[in-house]
């Protein structure tokens, strides 16, 4: 007995649906390769520097910052021991001149201390937390460009909050905007195997998309609070450092006599001796 086929009709069916675009104007076709091409040069760009940036300041900042250091360090010792080192940063009263003046005083020579109100304002006493008329100066000098770049921070931070507000204009009004009514002309054809038949079905449509779609449309966010915050620290150590200016002159003046005794001798005698012509000229005048 002959076995059967247990399935005599087989049918095949095959579907596709493959969509396709075409732009048959050549120029605006190569207007948009030449401009997708720019985009990705840009965007290697902006990646290679955001790349290479942070190693830059990690590695070479911090050697450039202890160069910087060093050399300031060599420059003041420099000019503390040379030819011109009796009139280099001599405006401090050390325990050595007062011990100086004291002895002169004993000897029933000329003697200074203690300083008039005029003289105070140009030479203090160190160690303290008093500034000379030249550190107030250089101090404003200092927190001069401080207070224009927060000027400008501030600037900043104005615009900003401008571009927010615009951001949520915008996309308050784009979000309102109506959708886009697209005529969509859709083709099918059928193809049977058992009979040749070839069937061709068209059908129109109308498709709505919306031309702005919610998570599509960037949402600004305002952080004030850390924007802010970060400013504020900037400014507390600027601060810091601006006022301590005039105090780290103080210690490097100390440490540098301690090592330099006869160059700290040198510089009391003609400190002195200054100061008591400076009091002649006045008393002269005065007469």
Same mark, same amino acid.
């Given at each position: 007995m002959a076995n059967l086929p247990t399935n005599p009709l087989s049918v095949t069916i095959k579907h596709e649906f493959t969509p396709s675009y075409s732009i048959s104007d050549d120029t605006l076709k190569q207007e948009l390769n030449d401009t997708k091409r720019e985009i990705q040069r840009v965007a290697n760009q902006i990646s290679f520097m955001?790349?290479?940036?942070?190693?830059?300041?990690?590695?070479?900042? /911090?050697?450039?910052?202890?160069?910087?250091?060093? $050399?300031?360090?060599?420059?003041?010792?420099?000019?503390?021991?040379?030819?011109?080192?009796?009139?280099?940063?001599?405006?401090y009263i050390t325990k050595r001149?007062?011990?100086?003046?004291?002895?002169?005083?004993?000897?029933? %020579?000329?003697?200074?201390? *203690?300083?008039?109100?005029?003289?105070?304002?140009?030479?203090?006493?160190? *160690?303290?937390f008093s500034f000379t008329r030249k550190e %107030?100066?250089?101090?404003?000098? $200092?927190?001069? /460009?401080? $207070?224009?770049?927060?000027?400008?921070?501030?600037?900043f931070a104005a615009v900003d909050y401008l571009f927010y507000w615009l951001f949520i204009y915008v996309n308050k009004h784009l979000q309102e905007l109506p959708d886009l009514e697209i005529q969509l002309r859709l083709s099918q054809q059928k193809n049977s195997l058992i009979i040749v038949m070839n069937e061709h079905i068209a059908k129109?449509?109308?498709?709505?998309?919306?031309?702005?779609?919610?998570?599509?449309? *960037?949402? /600004?966010?305002?952080?004030l609070s850390t924007t802010w915050l970060q400013l504020g620290i900037i400014i507390f150590f600027l601060i810091i450092f601006g006022l301590s200016s005039g105090l780290l002159t103080q210690?490097?003046?100390?440490?540098?006599?301690?090592f330099y005794p006869d160059v700290e001798t040198k510089r009391i005698h003609y400190l002195h001796a200054k100061l008591l012509k400076e009091r002649a000229k006045i008393q002269q005048k005065a007469d």
């Open positions: 955001l790349n290479i940036l942070p190693c830059i300041g990690q590695k070479v900042l /911090p050697i450039v910052g202890i160069l910087l250091v060093c $050399f300031g360090t060599v420059l003041f010792i420099k000019h503390f021991v040379g030819p011109h080192n009796a009139k280099f940063k001599n405006t001149f007062i011990t100086f003046d004291e002895h002169q005083k004993q000897q029933q %020579r000329p003697c200074l201390l *203690p300083l008039n109100k005029k003289e105070r304002k140009n030479y203090v006493t160190i *160690p303290s %107030r100066k250089q101090m404003q000098h $200092f927190f001069l /460009p401080v $207070f224009i770049h927060l000027c400008v921070w501030l600037l129109n449509d109308l498709l709505k998309i919306s031309l702005f779609k919610n998570n599509c449309i *960037p949402q /600004p966010e305002l952080h210690l490097k003046i100390l440490v540098s006599n301690s």
